[in-house]
């Protein structure tokens, strides 16, 4: 979120963003890289006042003007993180603020789609795709046997009950096929109304947008819909449970029922994707 996700911050900026919470650090020869640096920062005021300060900098609205949608964005992807410590941000006025919430509960979200009166998860599952077929992809012919390739990985990790290997797989090839698409397909997607910018404003490079941006543009012009869009969403979270310390936090284990959505959701993002009319996009 400081580096790159909320605006781009190179060396100078981010010395200057960490000046402002008591450092008093130059930019010069030897700089460490971007990531590493703010690590660094991170860790030294963690646990403090400062950090409460950093967080309400990070998301102030004055940085969003005319850019509200993305302010928005950027908090409901930060909660989703925080809130498993019990916390989340929310814009009062003109300010941010920093408060208790509910820790949430996978299985009371699960739960919230099977009662959902459209695109619920049953309703999800029992869906048949007749043109899965990622031969018909729009994508490079050279990735296309790697697709493959995990895919036939993923079946042998489902088979074998590896719920959240076959789970991180899904999740690995959803953002290469769309990331495939995109580049068959740039003018589309850098026009669509979800690509991200730089802080220039200028549209970043398809190789830098992360798979809830793809996602999102995919649906913005209309090569998936709604459904697919919804639960790619949810298979994008549990793909996160590749961090082990996020999987310690909620203790989540994947089991056979959520692979088989996770798995739906693919085959069904790949059925839309090869029915999509693109010449008629944009």
């Known amino acids: 979120m400081i580096n790159d996700k909320t605006t781009y911050r190179g060396g100078p900026k981010l010395v200057a963003f960490f000046n402002q919470l008591g450092f008093s650090d130059r930019y010069g020869q030897g700089f460490p890289s971007r990531s590493s640096y703010t690590d660094g920062k991170l860790q030294l005021i963690n646990g ?32 989703k993180y925080l809130s498993f410590d019990g916390w989340e941000i929310s814009v009062k006025g003109k300010e941010i603020e920093i408060h208790h919430c509910k820790e949430p509960n996978i299985e009371e979200e699960l739960n919230k789609m099977k009662n959902s009166p459209c695109n619920s998860e049953t309703d999800f599952l029992k869906m048949e795709f007749n043109d899965f077929n990622i031969d018909q992809l729009p994508i490079m012919d050279t990735i296309k046997p790697l697709i493959q390739n995990r895919m036939q990985e993923l079946e042998h990790c489902f088979e074998a009950k590896a719920y959240l290997s076959s789970i991180i797989i899904a999740g690995s090839i959803l953002e290469g096929i769309l990331l495939g698409v995109g580049q068959a397909y740039p003018k589309q997607f850098n026009q669509s109304k979800s690509a991200p910018t730089k802080e220039t404003g200028k549209v970043k490079s398809l190789h830098e947008w992360n798979l809830n941006e793809m996602i999102n543009a995919a649906y913005d012009i209309g090569i998936i819909k709604e459904d697919v869009k919804k639960f790619s969403h949810v298979l994008r979270d549990f793909r996160n449970y590749i ?37 008629s996009k944009i």
């Open 243 to 279: 961090h082990p310390f996020q999987q310690m936090a909620t203790q989540f284990f994947p089991d056979e029922h959520t692979a088989k959505i996770c798995f739906q959701v693919l085959k069904a993002a790949i059925c839309q994707i090869n029915n999509a009319n693109f010449d």
């Open 48 to 79: 403090k006042p400062e950090l409460d300060k950093c967080i309400k900098s990070i998301f102030a609205p004055i940085n969003f003007i005319d850019e509200e949608e993305k302010l928005l964005n950027c908090i409901t992807n930060f909660n």
